[in-house]
């Protein structure tokens, strides 16, 4: 086990931005990407494919005024099992500063059977910055018969607007409260994700996603506490019922902007869906999270 922390902060120069610091210790690794545009990049890591026991990952992020920045992953984080029921964590704590721009896209998180795994985001903005955050989790290594066996995983997430807390959601699945796997639990779903837009910088992004779901027929089928709310039942997240890849889509408004909840039965029609319901990032962040990813 170890205690990793990071440093990355991102400031605009003659008119792009850039990363002007970035310090990583074990387990976390941190990236610099080829700038795309007038955005910077950084990809997030750990050594060792993933994250044991005991392991604690703390990374601070400032995004400077008028500055945009993406932090990704290398692929998917992976939690190995946790033999003596103890957790690994990961805190993520950043800043956004007046006009600034800060999406976090990486790839799903993976927990292994046996695994226990704790997250913490806050989001501190100003009133004229903007955020999208996408937080997915898979059910596992479904390949080598693992769905949703872990024994427990903790999302937290706040975001804050000039000191006042807007947002606050927490995700605890835990299989000490039935099986995971159950109808009644997660089902026939194997992705679930949460997508959070907020600030000037994405609200016409947020008002179209909200329209879209808001257009969909509802189909509803057998309930999923992967959503709060109508579920729509959706193929390939282009808005027709049935098919082989059901989604489960709620959206609403939230202080400032909109957050989207999202289930499937696999985590490849999750990113289909996201690389076309999310399009703006391309622009927005100078080219597409998963370009080049499968």
């Given at each position: 086990m170890s205690h990793g922390s990071g440093t990355l902060e991102f400031q605009r120069v003659a008119g792009r931005t850039v990363l002007t610091r970035s310090r990583a210790s074990s387990p976390l690794t941190l990236q610099s990407p080829r700038r795309?545009?007038?955005?910077?990049?950084?990809?997030?890591?750990?050594?060792?494919g993933g994250l044991v026991a005991g392991d604690r990952v703390d990374m601070d992020v400032t995004v400077g005024a008028g500055a945009t920045a993406l932090i990704g992953t290398q692929a998917s984080t992976k939690v190995f099992r946790s033999p003596e029921n103890i957790a690994c964590c990961q805190r993520l704590n950043a800043q956004v500063e007046a006009d600034g721009v800060l999406v976090v896209a990486p790839d799903p998180l993976t927990c292994f059977a046996g695994a226990i795994y704790e997250q913490r985001q806050?989001?501190?903005?100003?009133?004229?910055?903007?955020?999208?955050?996408?937080?997915?989790?898979?059910?596992g290594r479904r390949a080598r018969g693992e769905r949703w066996a872990f024994n427990r995983c903790e999302l937290a997430t706040e975001v804050f607007v000039e000191g006042r807390q807007t947002f606050r959601d927490v995700i605890r699945l835990a299989a000490a409260d039935g099986p995971l796997d159950a109808p009644s639990?997660?089902?026939?779903?194997?992705?679930?994700?949460?997508?959070?837009?907020?600030?000037?910088?994405?609200?016409?992004?947020?008002?179209?996603?909200?329209?879209?779901?808001?257009?969909?027929?509802?189909?509803?089928?057998?309930?999923?506490?992967?959503?709060?709310?109508?579920?729509?039942?959706?193929?390939?997240?282009e808005g027709r019922g049935g098919g082989s890849?059901?989604?489960?889509?709620?959206?609403?408004?939230?202080?400032g902007g909109v957050m989207l909840r999202a289930a499937s039965e696999s985590a490849e029609s999750m990113l289909r869906f996201f690389r076309e319901r999310l399009a703006f990032l391309g622009?927005?962040?100078?080219?597409?999270?998963?370009s080049r990813k499968n």
């Open positions: 795309r545009g007038e955005s910077a990049w950084a990809v997030c890591g750990s050594l060792g806050r989001f501190e903005l100003h009133e004229t910055a903007s955020l999208v955050v996408i937080d997915w989790l898979t059910s639990r997660m089902g026939r779903c194997d992705c679930w994700a949460t997508v959070i837009l907020a600030g000037p910088r994405v609200a016409e992004a947020g008002q179209t996603l909200l329209e879209f779901v808001s257009r969909q027929p509802l189909t509803l089928l057998s309930p999923s506490p992967c959503t709060q709310g109508p579920a729509l039942s959706l193929s390939n997240g890849s059901a989604a489960y889509l709620s959206a609403g408004a939230i202080a622009e927005l962040c100078g080219d597409d999270p998963w």
